[in-house]
């Protein structure tokens, strides 16, 4: 079955910096790459996600990077803000299957 | 606005009960998914369904069943609890194509 690495699993950055988190995946055949953000106490909510077909997107300070040759696909989020501080987790899907397979998680802190 | 409701917050239960968790979504969803998460182990699928009567297993079924007699509903069930499923359990529901999952506020769960 898929395998998603995620890393790291921790990260803290000062207020405005950017932020970048890692995921990669084993089976060729995924094509769906969402990134989930769950804030304390909530379960996890989308907040971007990636296609095959699509090599990167963007929505507003974040974006999504996708190279399918290596397999890897990343989370930026730029001029980062405290409110962005939650613990963010990938997950891909390939299209034979019902169900998401999530990388581990990272947990941003975000110091103002 | 869309939702999936889970019936608790917070459960505690002895060891050998048994315990239903119950999810509802109001989006008319086919998927509905039932996910555990530990710390640094990330969500792991339990069971999902993708129809009503439909389930299938997930990684770790083991000790759990489930029940879905109704599209909006999908229930967990712990046949004899154990300290071990102490956890948070995440339910979600997606359409059958590669679209955003949406989760619940989640069930913090304490066997004891």
């Known amino acids: 079955g898929e395998n998603v690495e995620q890393h790291p699993s921790t990260l803290s950055v000062q207020e405005g910096d950017s932020a970048v988190i890692k995921c990669t995946y084993s089976?060729?055949?995924?094509?769906?790459f969402p990134w989930y953000k769950q804030e304390l106490g909530k379960g996890p909510q989308l907040i971007i996600d990636?296609?095959?077909?699509?090599g990167e997107k963007k929505d507003q300070r974040i974006a999504v990077t996708l190279n399918k040759t290596a397999k890897h696909f990343s989370l930026h989020i730029t001029e980062t803000q405290p409110e962005d501080s939650a613990v963010y987790f990938c997950?891909?899907?390939?299209?034979?299957?019902?169900?998401?397979?999530f990388g581990k998680g990272t947990k941003l802190s975000v110091i103002p | 606005d869309v939702k999936v409701t889970q019936s608790s917050r917070y459960l505690v239960k002895r060891t050998g009960e048994k315990v239903f968790l119950e999810c509802v979504q109001d989006?008319?969803?086919?998927?509905m998914f039932w996910y555990r998460q530990d710390p640094g182990l990330g969500l792991r699928l339990i069971y999902f369904?993708?129809?009503?009567?439909?389930?299938e297993k997930g990684d770790i079924p083991e000790g759990y069943s489930v029940s879905r007699e109704k599209k909006e509903r999908f229930s967990l069930i712990l046949e004899s609890a154990s300290t071990n499923q102490t956890s948070m359990y995440l339910c979600?529901?997606?359409?059958?194509?590669?679209?955003?999952?949406?989760f619940g506020q989640g069930t913090r769960l304490t066997v004891v």
């Open positions: 979600a529901s997606s359409l059958p194509v590669n679209t955003e999952a949406f």
């Open positions: 089976d060729s055949a995924s094509n769906y």
């Open positions: 990636i296609r095959s077909n699509v």
């Open positions: 997950a891909a899907k390939w299209a034979g299957s019902y169900q998401l397979t």
């Open positions: 989006m008319d969803h086919e998927n």
């Open positions: 369904s993708y129809d009503v009567k439909m389930k």
